[in-house]
């Protein structure tokens, strides 16, 4: 796999990563790409959970079924709450909704995401509102 970048017009950077390709490389670039569209990808995992990631990207309002792909679910939690006007159901698997995840929504929450359980409290399936998120000083951050 092959990650291209690009930076600001001034500095205008024109580089290539060579990666393995493996799922989880996978997600994270197609995370990368949904906030800077200009990275260009090739080469990606074809497994399920890079394929669920891919599918769920493309979706700014209503249910998104990540199946079993427990990174997705992370990766697209954080994703959505950022993303302005986005109004999405982030659900998966029976084994999925048993997987915890209010750490992360916490967290989320805690510079201004509108997150809430669909059913069980800390577990998947979380309704996600999108918007702009707080940002947060280091020196705030408790360790």
Not at 61 to 83: C, E, K, P, W
Not at 108 to 127: C, K, M, Q, W
Request: charged letters at 20%; proline letters at 4%; aromatic letters at 4%.
């Amino acid at each position: 796999m092959k990650v291209y970048l690009s930076g600001p017009p001034s500095h205008l950077l024109h580089e290539s990563i060579q990666i393995t390709g493996s799922k989880s490389e996978s997600n994270r670039s197609l995370l990368l790409q949904a906030l800077y569209p200009s990275i260009q990808i090739s080469n990606l995992s074809n497994s399920d959970d890079a394929e669920v990631m891919q599918k769920g990207l493309q979706i700014s309002n209503g249910v998104v079924d990540i199946h079993h792909a427990g990174t997705a679910m992370r990766f697209l939690t954080s994703y959505f709450a950022s993303q302005e006007n986005n109004d999405v159901t982030l659900t998966g698997s029976q084994r999925m909704t048993e997987r915890p995840i209010k750490v992360l929504v916490d967290a989320l929450r805690s510079l201004g995401a509108d997150i809430e359980y669909v059913h069980n409290e800390g577990y998947p399936p979380i309704r996600i509102k999108g918007k702009k998120l707080k940002k947060v000083k280091l020196a705030s951050l408790q360790m």
